[in-house]
């Protein structure tokens, strides 16, 4: 009897083993792209993000958190796999846009050196407000995992500036981007807060 439990409870613990085993392969593809959940197109309403002087269209259902820097961060949900985020930030910058874009992208080279630029130099983005807008997109490499990023530097009011930086699985980077760009294309600047 005693050896029929103990048999019962080695296949157990065996199949418990391979489950945990299977379903932490399955977390890793998903943090490093290698299954590419749907992602949701569909744009929300515009959301004002008082703090920052701006409002745009995100994706619907991600969730917002707070970020880093006072800034605003908003995450896809699990079930489009978790891995991308959109983060909103502003900066007080005397200079023009051209410029806080420029101070922003050498900063970034020097606390990530390995990064692979797809572009030289933050580009012209036309956004629907006609607000004078770049953007900056690169690669990264966080723990091994690699991702696709974009910064997008926009004239704010009363001399602020609005960053948005954008990071979502390099294997998802045509649907992410596509989908970034939609959000920042629907930017408003708000007026300055008096």
Same mark, same amino acid.
């Given at each position: 009897?005693?050896?029929?439990?103990?048999?019962?409870?080695?296949?157990?613990?065996?199949?418990?083993?391979?489950?945990?085993?299977?379903?932490? *392969?399955?977390?890793i593809q998903?943090?490093?792209? @290698?299954?590419?959940?749907? /992602?949701?197109?569909?744009?929300?309403?515009?959301?004002?993000?008082?703090?920052?002087?701006?409002?745009?269209?995100?994706?619907?259902?991600?969730?917002?958190?707070?970020?880093?820097?006072?800034?605003?961060?908003?995450? +896809?949900?699990?079930?489009?796999g978790g891995? @991308?985020?959109?983060?909103?930030?502003?900066?007080?910058?005397?200079?023009?846009?051209? @410029?806080?874009?420029?101070?922003?992208?050498?900063?970034?080279?020097?606390v990530a050196?390995?990064? %692979?630029?797809?572009? +030289?130099?933050?580009?012209?983005?036309?956004?629907?407000?006609?607000? /004078?807008?770049?953007?900056?997109?690169?690669?990264?490499?966080?723990? =091994?995992?690699?991702? +696709?990023?974009?910064? *997008?530097?926009?004239?704010?009011?009363? =001399?602020? #500036?609005?960053?948005?930086?954008?990071?979502?699985?390099?294997?998802?980077?045509? %649907? *992410?981007?596509?989908?970034?760009?939609?959000?920042?294309?629907?930017?408003?600047?708000?007026?300055?807060? #008096?």
């Amino acid at each position: 009897m005693k050896l029929v439990v103990r048999i019962l409870v080695g296949l157990l613990s065996c199949a418990a083993i391979i489950f945990g085993l299977r379903q932490m *392969y399955r977390g890793i593809q998903e943090i490093a792209g @290698a299954s590419k959940p749907a /992602t949701s197109m569909e744009l929300s309403n515009s959301i004002s993000i008082p703090d920052h002087d701006c409002a745009l269209r995100l994706p619907k259902d991600w969730e917002k958190r707070p970020a880093a820097q006072g800034g605003v961060m908003f995450i +896809a949900p699990k079930s489009q796999g978790g891995a @991308a985020n959109l983060v909103i930030n502003s900066d007080a910058f005397a200079g023009n846009v051209d @410029a806080y874009a420029e101070e922003n992208l050498t900063e970034v080279k020097k606390v990530a050196p390995s990064l %692979e630029m797809r572009d +030289a130099h933050p580009q012209p983005f036309a956004i629907d407000s006609g607000a /004078t807008t770049l953007r900056w997109r690169f690669r990264n490499n966080f723990q =091994g995992v690699a991702a +696709a990023q974009a910064m *997008y530097f926009t004239e704010g009011a009363g =001399g602020k #500036k609005i960053v948005v930086t954008v990071t979502a699985p390099a294997a998802q980077d045509e %649907e *992410y981007g596509a989908l970034f760009d939609a959000c920042l294309r629907s930017l408003q600047v708000s007026p300055a807060k #008096k």
